[in-house]
């Protein structure tokens, strides 16, 4: 059996290499779609980190002070937060903290905070809300409060996050399928051609009693091949692709959201499985495509 | 060991074969013959379980393969050999490659398949030849390759579609020595064929077809008795071989 896989496996590589424009078309056919499929990923798995990490806000709003404001003016400024009505409590978070704060979700990246000459953050206040429309309220009418230089309310980029992250779900799936049935077919003609040079070999075999399965493993071969030079040279493109985004705007992004992106490792170490998965996928279903037609008995 | 119960086969309008009954012992050696479009091709392919029949039972070696589910076939294949009048080599394979195909397909040992593919090769008289290609072989030599293939796997049953076909006469006469040699073996032999002389010299039993009806079978009587069961003059043989 495995002496056969090696056969099976030299004829594969031979059939590639005999019908090379057809099995580069196929590659490259399966190559873009699974670049597609990338960036949708990529996208995806960063808006949904964003999302979830800014989630933990969702229920708070942040009212920025002045570096003006002195200790001694803050129970002022609590009681006009206060005054506005539906806050649950408030928390005071001085500059130190938020960047300590920032640190730490910078996880492994927290270390280009280190030598900041001086802290560029604000001292806060994280007022908790008990309604959410309470919170639409405060975070209007918490800018007229002497001192206050911003507020930010999560709860809206949460939601619209969520949209675009489904968005972003659904749009992959739909694209990825219509890629998926593309690919196969491109498989299934390469694949054709050597099923066409072997025809004659293929009803000999099933005179001899060969099963289906038997008769089909050769070509399988030569599409999972197909499917994983594809994956390879994906993951690859990926690679460099996603080592230059997170270069070039990576650190700019990072500073703006106060959230890390996802690291190029680990992001192509999932890319690589999905598209071998994917790509031997195709291969496969590719292959038995192309052969049914020869196994009607 | 094939046994065709009252089986018809129709293509569309045409007649393949029309109420066939035919009962072929076991080590029996039969000539199918007939006019082009009798249906001879369909009794093979009916056996070999390429298209189903449309009436009747068809029974072989003990078992009834009239509708058999598509993951039985290849091992009733196993059990069928096949010759063929173009030969049907693999042009790419040597001799040997050929003959231990039939047995890897079927996942047999290395070392089986050596020892087995010579003892085969050596029977049909090319041994010496094994490392050639069919392309560097006569006619003749393929066809004992072709038949050394089809009896590697020791099938119950050889089936010949026109095995002579393509050699000349004093070749053809060789091939049905070392057909006759293998049905001394045990092999029931079924061969279809239009040279009459090889029919006349052989002296075997003859089934004729036209138009998809038995209109001739040497062995006489056969047809259905009473309780319609088959009956031709000899015992039905109780074949327990399960495959
Ligand atoms: N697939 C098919 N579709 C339609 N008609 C068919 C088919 N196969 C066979 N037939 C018809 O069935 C009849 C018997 O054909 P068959 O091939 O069995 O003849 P044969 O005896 O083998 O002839 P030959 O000696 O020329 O090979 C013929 O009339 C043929 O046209
Ligand atoms: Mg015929």
């Not at chain 1, 004659?200 to 060969?210: D, F, H």
């Not at chain 2, 309008?13 to 479009?37: R, T």
């Not at chain 2, 056996?47 to 076939?73: F, Q, V």
């Amino acid at each position: 059996m495995f002496s056969r896989l090696g056969y099976n496996i030299r004829q594969a590589f031979a059939q590639i290499w005999r019908n090379k424009a057809m099995s580069f078309t196929a590659v490259l056919a399966i190559t873009a779609m699974m670049l597609v499929l990338g960036i949708f990923f990529v996208a995806f798995v960063n808006v949904d980190l964003f999302a979830n990490v800014i989630q933990q806000d969702y229920n708070v709003v942040e009212v920025y002070l002045d570096d003006s404001v002195a200790e001694e003016d803050l129970p002022e400024v609590e009681q006009a937060l206060t005054d506005i009505g539906g806050v649950e409590r408030l928390e005071y978070r001085s500059k130190e903290d938020a960047l300590e704060i920032m640190k730490n979700r910078w996880g492994e990246n927290g270390y280009l905070l280190d030598n900041l000459e001086t802290n560029p953050l604000p001292n806060s206040y994280l007022v908790y809300v008990t309604e959410k429309s309470d919170a639409d309220r405060l975070s209007v009418e918490a800018r007229d409060i002497p001192g206050v230089t911003d507020v930010t309310y999560y709860q809206d980029t949460v939601d619209k996050l969520s949209k675009i992250t489904h968005f972003i779900q659904i749009g992959s799936v739909v694209v990825m399928a219509f890629l998926v049935i593309v690919s196969v077919i491109v498989v299934a003609n390469t694949i054709k051609l050597t099923v066409f040079n072997r025809s004659k070999e293929i009803g000999i075999m099933k005179y001899l009693g060969a099963t289906d399965w038997f008769v089909r493993s050769p070509f399988i071969v030569e599409g999972i091949i197909i499917g994983a030079l594809a994956a390879g040279i994906s993951a690859g493109l990926m690679y460099l692709l996603y080592s230059k985004l997170t270069d070039v705007i990576g650190p700019d992004i990072l500073r703006v959201l106060s959230v890390p992106v996802v690291p190029v490792n680990y992001m192509i170490y999932n890319l690589l499985i999905i598209f071998m998965a994917l790509g031997v996928g195709i291969g496969t279903c590719g292959s038995i495509v192309s052969i049914r037609r020869f196994l009607d008995k | 060991m094939i046994l065709f119960r009252n089986v018809s086969k129709n293509f569309g309008s045409n007649v393949g074969l029309a109420n066939a009954s035919v009962h072929i012992n076991k080590g029996d050696f039969v000539f199918l013959v007939g006019p082009s479009g009798a249906g001879k091709t369909t009794f093979i392919r009916l056996i070999l379980k390429e298209i189903d029949p449309d009436k009747g039972r068809i029974t072989l070696a003990g078992k009834d393969i009239t509708h058999l589910s598509r993951r039985e076939i290849p091992a009733l294949r196993q059990k069928i050999g096949m010759v063929f009048q173009d030969f049907r080599l693999l042009e790419k394979k040597t001799v040997f490659e050929n003959v231990a195909f039939a047995m890897e397909i079927h996942n047999a040992k290395r070392r089986d398949i050596k020892k087995q593919v010579m003892y085969v090769l050596d029977l049909v008289g090319i041994a010496d030849k094994k490392d050639r290609y069919p392309n560097e072989l006569s006619a003749g030599e393929q066809q004992r390759v072709g038949i050394a293939r089809a009896i590697v796997n020791n099938p119950r049953v050889l089936i010949c579609d026109e095995p002579t076909g393509n050699l000349d006469p004093v070749t053809a006469m060789e091939i049905m020595d070392l057909l006759d040699k293998i049905n001394l073996r045990g092999t029931t032999i079924l061969m279809v064929t239009h040279a009459k002389d090889i029919v006349d010299k052989m002296n075997k039993r003859v089934v004729a077809i036209e138009n998809g009806r038995i209109v001739r079978d040497e062995e006489g009587q056969y047809g259905l008795d009473t309780e319609g069961d088959f009956y031709d003059g000899r015992d039905v043989e109780v074949d327990n071989y399960v495959f």
